[in-house]
Each structure stands twice: as C-alpha cells, then as structure tokens.
C-alpha cells in the first residue's frame, strides 16, 4: 500500500473553535494516523499519513475546517512517512 504524508499549517479563526477535536474525529474517521496541535503563533499544525487520497480529501477538510472556524490559508508540506500509528491531539 502506498502512504503519503503531508504537514498542514492552518491559518485564520482556528484556536478556540474546536479545530483540533474536528481534526482528531475527520482523520480518524478516515483511518489516518498522525497528531494535531495548536502553535503559539495562532496556527493549527497537523500531520496526515495514510492513502495518498484519504490524506487529500483530509486537506480539503482542513481547508474548510469545523463550522465554527474560518479558514484564512492552509500550507501544506509533503514529507517522508515515519510509520505513524493512531491519530492524536498533541501539545
């Protein structure tokens, strides 16, 4: 199977809004494994790592993000995979 990873940093109306629980639940949901966390800056920073189309259409998520966010910019970076297991709401 092939994985794909990617880094996303999330900019707008995204901390205190429930990004990060959304986050947890979407990528689960779609059985992706990785973390997401809050930056001091503002930002929501995640990583995704799965099948190279359940990690796309989990961008497109973040691009919209919970109800209650407004999305601004999203930057994402694809990277090596390391093998993440389980999806987690990091500090």
Same mark, same amino acid.
């Given at each position: 199977?092939? &994985?794909?990873? &990617? @880094?996303? $940093?999330?900019? %707008? *109306?995204?901390?205190?809004? %429930?990004?990060r !629980?959304?986050?947890? *639940?979407?990528?689960?949901?779609?059985?992706? /494994? %990785?973390?997401?966390? /809050? $930056?001091?800056? %503002?930002?929501?920073?995640?990583?995704f =790592? #799965?099948?190279?189309?359940?990690?796309?259409?989990?961008?497109?998520?973040c @691009? @919209? #993000?919970?109800? !209650?966010?407004t999305?601004? @910019?999203?930057?994402? &970076?694809e990277? =090596?995979p390391? #093998?993440e297991?389980?999806?987690?709401?990091?500090r």
């Amino acid at each position: 199977m092939t &994985v794909k990873r &990617v @880094r996303v $940093l999330v900019s %707008g *109306d995204v901390q205190g809004v %429930g990004f990060r !629980w959304s986050t947890r *639940d979407e990528a689960a949901g779609r059985g992706l /494994n %990785g973390w997401v966390r /809050n $930056l001091a800056d %503002g930002r929501v920073e995640a990583v995704f =790592e #799965g099948p190279p189309g359940d990690v796309d259409e989990m961008v497109a998520w973040c @691009r @919209r #993000g919970p109800r !209650w966010a407004t999305v601004s @910019r999203v930057e994402v &970076v694809e990277e =090596e995979p390391i #093998g993440e297991t389980g999806f987690a709401i990091a500090r």
